[in-house]
């Protein structure tokens, strides 16, 4: 029998361990880019794992950032910018990103919620040697919004000291709503002297003083709490006429038709107001022993005009049902300056709407409130020592809820 190695010899071949060395790296250099490639997998693994959980970060935070920018009344437009500066400044880079409000996907689709969907591609390092593709990563958040309680009465200053008071004798029930001041002062919101107050929910961004017990169905008044946003800031405001109008004073008793009143209204005797809207530009007098009724009326004040109700006045107001300007009865000018209007009414008045003065304090002075208890106050700051009830449940004659106390949580 022929020796096996003499036969590999015969044909060239080296015996088996003849040269290990050589095999060893010729097996090194084939496997080489396989053990480079499978040690950068694994670490670009976590890199990009990590990228991920970045990612989600900050797509929570925008949609945290692009709610809290739609509580305060922003539009889609702000609430978009807000979401997207959070985005930005947090590492997006080059990625991109769409807000959605409410979102267009999920479980929360068309909620009260804004959706973030962030997008970014990858560089890869070690394994780009096998592909030069991108490595796509996504995340996706909700922010939803959700309301602890719904308001009559709301002070929109966001810094002033009492903004939200009830003073003197005053007796009021408020019934299935709470009072709210956006303003972030110790004092926000203060019940002093021998007020009585019966409320849903005392809530305020600022503090609550209360120097009388205040008769509450939740726990304990709310403080620090986020600001509740202009319920009307979307409403837009009526068109003065090129005609105007006016109130003829010498007669006791009188109709007067919608339009333009140029120089104000001064109402005296018998008044009945048509239904319509009424922009009056300059200030609305009622005066003692007058007599005003009207059924559909919304009453804007342009400018800094302010209105001003005897308490011997009868005075007996509805705001529309349906339509713009459904639910609101007096409507103060957003563009106007700092001034004070004044509610007063014999314990027969009845002004069923939204008072709504959002650069002007609200003094509610009136024994009175409106049909059903239908009432809303809704302006700078509010001081409130009429005695009254106010009801909450009020969509059959035109009202939309006031929310109060937002709260926002991500829930996608």
């Given at each position: 029998?022929?020796?096996?190695?003499?036969?590999?010899?015969?044909?060239?071949?080296?015996?088996?361990?003849?040269?290990?060395?050589g095999?060893?790296?010729?097996?090194?250099?084939?496997?080489?880019?396989?053990?480079?490639?499978?040690?950068?997998?694994?670490?670009?693994?976590?890199?990009?794992?990590?990228?991920?959980?970045?990612?989600?970060?900050?797509?929570?935070?925008?949609?945290?950032?692009?709610?809290?920018?739609?509580?305060?009344?922003?539009?889609?437009?702000?609430?978009?910018?807000?979401?997207?500066?959070?985005?930005?400044?947090?590492?997006?880079?080059?990625?991109?990103?769409?807000?959605?409000?409410?979102?267009?996907?999920?479980?929360?689709?068309?909620?009260?919620?804004?959706?973030?969907?962030?997008?970014?591609?990858?560089?890869?390092?070690?394994?780009?040697?096998?592909?030069?593709?991108?490595v796509?990563?996504?995340?996706?958040?909700?922010?939803?919004?959700?309301?602890a309680?719904?308001?009559?009465?709301?002070?929109?200053?966001?810094?002033a000291?009492?903004?939200?008071?009830?003073?003197?004798?005053?007796?009021?029930?408020?019934?299935?709503?709470?009072?709210?001041?956006?303003?972030?002062?110790?004092?926000?919101?203060?019940v002093?002297?021998?007020?009585?107050?019966?409320?849903?929910?005392?809530?305020?961004?600022?503090?609550?003083?209360?120097?009388?017990?205040?008769?509450?169905?939740?726990?304990?008044?709310?403080?620090?709490?986020?600001?509740?946003?202009?319920?009307?800031?979307?409403?837009?405001?009526?068109?003065?006429?090129?005609?105007?109008?006016?109130?003829?004073?010498n007669?006791?008793?009188?109709?007067?038709?919608?339009?333009?009143?140029?120089?104000?209204?001064?109402?005296?005797?018998?008044?009945?107001?048509?239904?319509?809207?009424?922009?009056v530009?300059?200030?609305?007098?009622?005066?003692?022993?007058?007599?005003?009724?009207?059924?559909?009326?919304?009453?804007?004040?342009?400018?800094?005009?302010?209105?001003?109700?005897?308490?011997?006045?009868?005075?007996?107001?509805?705001?529309?049902?349906?339509?713009?300007?459904?639910?609101?009865?007096?409507?103060?000018?957003?563009?106007?300056?700092?001034?004070?209007?004044?509610?007063?009414?014999?314990?027969?008045?009845?002004?069923?709407?939204?008072?709504?003065?959002?650069?002007?304090?609200?003094?509610?002075?009136?024994?009175?409130?409106?049909?059903?208890?239908?009432?809303?106050?809704?302006?700078?700051?509010?001081?409130?020592?009429?005695?009254?009830?106010i009801?909450?449940?009020?969509?059959?004659?035109?009202?939309?809820?006031?929310?109060?106390?937002?709260?926002?949580?991500?829930?996608?």
């Amino acid at each position: 029998m022929i020796p096996l190695g003499r036969i590999l010899k015969f044909f060239g071949v080296r015996q088996f361990g003849a040269d290990r060395s050589g095999n060893v790296a010729t097996i090194v250099a084939f496997s080489l880019p396989i053990i480079v490639g499978g040690a950068g997998l694994g670490v670009e693994t976590s890199y990009w794992y990590y990228s991920s959980l970045k990612l989600q970060a900050v797509a929570d935070a925008a949609a945290y950032a692009g709610a809290l920018e739609k509580v305060s009344g922003s539009n889609a437009a702000e609430i978009t910018a807000a979401a997207t500066q959070l985005a930005t400044n947090n590492g997006l880079g080059n990625g991109t990103i769409v807000v959605n409000t409410p979102p267009t996907s999920g479980p929360n689709i068309a909620k009260n919620a804004v959706e973030v969907i962030l997008n970014q591609n990858l560089d890869r390092i070690f394994t780009s040697i096998f592909t030069q593709t991108k490595v796509p990563e996504r995340a996706r958040a909700v922010a939803l919004i959700t309301d602890a309680s719904k308001a009559c009465v709301l002070a929109l200053n966001r810094s002033a000291s009492q903004a939200a008071l009830f003073s003197g004798s005053t007796s009021v029930k408020f019934n299935g709503c709470s009072v709210m001041s956006d303003s972030i002062a110790s004092d926000a919101l203060k019940v002093q002297g021998s007020a009585g107050l019966q409320a849903d929910c005392l809530i305020s961004a600022g503090g609550v003083v209360l120097n009388n017990p205040v008769t509450m169905g939740c726990n304990a008044a709310i403080t620090q709490a986020l600001p509740a946003a202009d319920p009307f800031a979307g409403l837009p405001a009526p068109a003065a006429s090129n005609s105007c109008q006016n109130v003829n004073g010498n007669k006791t008793t009188q109709t007067i038709q919608p339009g333009t009143y140029c120089n104000g209204m001064n109402l005296n005797g018998n008044v009945t107001l048509s239904p319509g809207v009424y922009v009056v530009q300059g200030n609305l007098k009622i005066n003692a022993g007058a007599v005003i009724q009207g059924d559909g009326v919304t009453i804007y004040m342009a400018g800094s005009s302010t209105v001003s109700m005897n308490g011997n006045a009868t005075v007996t107001l509805s705001a529309p049902t349906s339509g713009t300007y459904s639910g609101m009865l007096f409507y103060g000018d957003r563009t106007g300056t700092a001034a004070q209007s004044t509610f007063n009414g014999t314990a027969d008045s009845l002004l069923t709407g939204a008072i709504y003065f959002p650069r002007q304090q609200v003094k509610y002075l009136g024994n009175f409130s409106g049909k059903n208890g239908c009432t809303q106050v809704v302006a700078d700051t509010i001081q409130w020592s009429g005695n009254s009830t106010i009801n909450q449940d009020c969509k059959d004659l035109g009202f939309n809820d006031i929310p109060a106390a937002p709260s926002v949580a991500l829930v996608e």
